[in-house]
């Protein structure tokens, strides 16, 4: 086989590849907020409701809490209970590091070496009260907020912007918190 056609093979393989990856069901482009203050977002926030995943399965009473490290980047620290809010406690160490312009809510978290995925904070409560969370698969999601318990409307009205980016809710999962 010529150069120039293992050239080309190669360039159509690659071609059909990326558009495999940039089109693969379950996989958008999520939005995230503008004019985005890190160190309004730092701080402890309640796990509200998630989709379960395996890296928080049996923990409630979950927590996240975001600390700004010496070199810009943000230490994460996830924690919950296993089964029961009497249970075992048990966290995660992480850390987080924008994607890009600091103004914008896309972030980039890892909890093992170098291995980052997207952490999009795609509404957010002018007040930094309550946040919807998200990635570019379709599978991760979480509604996190400042107290343990929000009320109905304000949940409710997170949920209607989590079906506006196309989310089936059907999974969520209410988070059992400890009451203040």
Request: net charge positive; aromatic share 16%; proline share 5%.
């Amino acid at each position: 086989m010529n150069r120039n056609k293992l050239i080309s093979i190669s360039a159509l393989v690659f071609a059909v590849l990326a558009l495999f990856f940039i089109l693969q069901p379950g996989m958008a482009q999520r939005p995230y907020v503008k004019n985005f203050d890190l160190n309004r977002y730092l701080g402890k926030w309640y796990e509200i409701a998630r989709f379960p995943h395996s890296f928080e399965k049996g923990l409630v009473g979950c927590t996240a809490n975001y600390t700004l490290l010496p070199d810009g980047k943000v230490k994460v620290e996830n924690a919950g209970y296993r089964n029961t809010l009497d249970g075992e406690y048990s966290n995660a160490l992480g850390k987080a590091k924008f994607a890009g312009d600091r103004t914008v809510g896309h972030l980039k978290v890892s909890f093992f070496l170098f291995f980052y995925a997207d952490y999009f904070i795609m509404d957010l409560d002018p007040g930094y009260q309550w946040a919807l969370i998200g990635s570019k698969a379709d599978k991760y999601l979480w509604i996190l907020a400042r107290s343990p318990q929000i009320d109905d409307i304000t949940y409710n009205k997170i949920l209607d912007k989590a079906r506006s980016l196309g989310y089936d809710l059907t999974p969520l999962y209410k988070v059992p918190q400890k009451p203040l």
